[in-house]
Structure formats: structure tokens, C-alpha cells
T-cell receptor, first 114, second 119 residues
Framework: AQSVTQPDIHITVSEGASLELRCNYSYGATPYLFWYVQSPGQGLQLLLKYFSGDTLVQGIKGFEAEFKRSQSSFNLRKPSVHWSDAAEYFCAVGGYSSASKIIFGSGTRLSIRP | GAVVSQHPSWVICKSGTSVKIECRSLDFQATTMFWYRQFPKQSLMLMATSNEGSKATYEQGVEKDKFLINHASLTLSTLTVTSAHPEDSSFYIC???????????????FGPGTRLTVT
């Protein structure tokens, strides 16, 4: 069965510090991986996705993620966070078909320390 | 980019009544749409997959007679919460899949969500 695990419920980092949010997945085939961000009361915004090719993926707002098949991981990173990055972050996994359902992790809430 | 809208953005209804939520893909056709619900401070839980012209596929544990889904056209899917109760109060989010021209990749675009409060 497909699943996504985000082991960190809440992370606090100082503004300007680096960030890494962890994501592990379980999927029976080659996964299609996503990171979304949700600000309070807002909808979901796609940060980046991995479909195939280069395992280091660049996204919007300075985020990047690395797909590591051997570790079943797709961790999200940012070298220097800004106060506006405070939000809920969701990792998700889907299949290759456009009709595939996307399963979300439980989310990691990011707080920024001034 | 592609836009998905939901209407209404929020609704309050009395217990026992039914509420319909619309999900539209504004500038693309979507053969597949998805419905999620999200409780406060929790993740998105997939409720069902809505396919144009056919019956929706519900996830385990989701009552299909309570959450009626209709995907009448390639740009519109509706979720009707029948005989709503306070425990149905939640944030309902839809998404629509856009197939990309580059190979078999796709993107899923999310609506802004509908907050349902049942009193």
C-alpha cells in the first residue's frame, strides 16, 4: 500500500538558517513525488515535483528536494529560510498515470524564530 | 498556470440539510478530479476519485451515500454532503488533474477549499 511518512510534526528554525524537512514514502512502483505548502487558511501550493530524471529537483521560493530511491526519501531543503516560509508543508506521492490518486503525508508545521 | 475554483468558499448549514460544493477547472479539461477533506491541523484525506461520465471511486471508510459525487462535465465536479451532521464539519478541497504534453507527466491543481460548518 502506498503511504507517506513525515516524521517531524513541528520544526522551528531561526530566520536565515538552513532547513531540511524529511519525507519517506512507500510505493509499489516508481513514484511521482510532490511537496506542497499550505499557509493558514489558504489552499495548497505546489513547491516542486519529481517525475523522472535528475534526482535533485529545484522548486519555487528557493526550495529544492532530492529523491533517494535507496532510502525511499524525498527530503525538502532550503539554504536560508525567511519568516514568510512559516507554513504547513506536505509531502505527497502519486503514480505515473494522470488518474492516479495522490496520497499526502501528515504534514510538518514550520515555525520561524526571529 | 491552471486554475481550479470551488464554490462556495464557506458555508454554514443546519444539521440534517444537504450541501452541494462545486469544483471547476477554469481553463483546462480534467477527466479526473479528486475530493479531499482536511480537519484542523491535520493532513488531507482522500475521499474519492471523480471520473467524468462514470461513477466515483470512494476510499475505504467513506460513505458513498452520504458524500455524493457527480462529474457531469470535463470542467465540473460536485460533492453533495447529504443529511449533514456536525461531525461533517471540515475543510473540503478538490483537485483536478492536467496531463502535460511532455510525455506522461501530469500536474494536479488544487482548489482553494470550502469550509463547511454544520450547526
Amino acid at each position: 500500500a502506498q503511504s507517506v511518512t513525515q516524521p517531524d510534526i513541528h520544526i522551528t528554525v531561526s530566520e536565515g538558517a538552513s532547513l531540511e524537512l524529511r519525507c519517506n514514502y512507500s510505493y509499489g512502483a516508481t513514484p511521482y513525488l510532490f511537496w506542497y505548502v499550505q499557509s493558514p487558511g489558504q489552499g495548497l501550493q505546489l513547491l516542486l515535483k519529481y517525475f523522472s530524471g535528475d534526482t535533485l529537483v529545484q522548486g519555487i521560493k528557493g526550495f529544492e528536494a532530492e529523491f533517494k530511491r535507496s532510502q525511499s526519501s524525498f527530503n525538502l531543503r532550503k539554504p536560508s529560510v525567511h519568516w514568510s516560509d512559516a507554513a504547513e508543508y506536505f509531502c505527497a506521492v502519486g503514480g505515473y498515470s494522470s488518474a492516479s490518486k495522490i496520497i499526502f503525508g501528515s504534514g510538518t508545521r514550520l515555525s520561524i524564530r526571529p | 498556470g491552471a486554475v481550479v475554483s470551488q464554490h462556495p468558499s464557506w458555508v454554514i448549514c443546519k444539521s440534517g440539510t444537504s450541501v452541494k460544493i462545486e469544483c471547476r477547472s477554469l481553463d483546462f479539461q480534467a477527466t479526473t478530479m479528486f475530493w479531499y477533506r482536511q480537519f484542523p491541523k491535520q493532513s488531507l484525506m482522500l475521499m474519492a476519485t471523480s471520473n467524468e461520465g462514470s461513477k466515483a471511486t470512494y476510499e475505504q471508510g467513506v460513505e458513498k451515500d452520504k458524500f455524493l459525487i457527480n462529474h457531469a462535465s470535463l470542467t465540473l465536479s460536485t460533492l453533495t454532503v447529504t443529511s449533514a451532521h456536525p461531525e461533517d464539519s471540515s475543510f473540503y478541497i478538490c483537485s483536478a488533474t492536467l496531463s502535460l504534453p511532455t510525455g506522461s507527466s501530469y500536474e494536479q491543481y488544487f482548489g482553494p477549499g470550502t469550509r463547511l460548518t454544520v450547526t
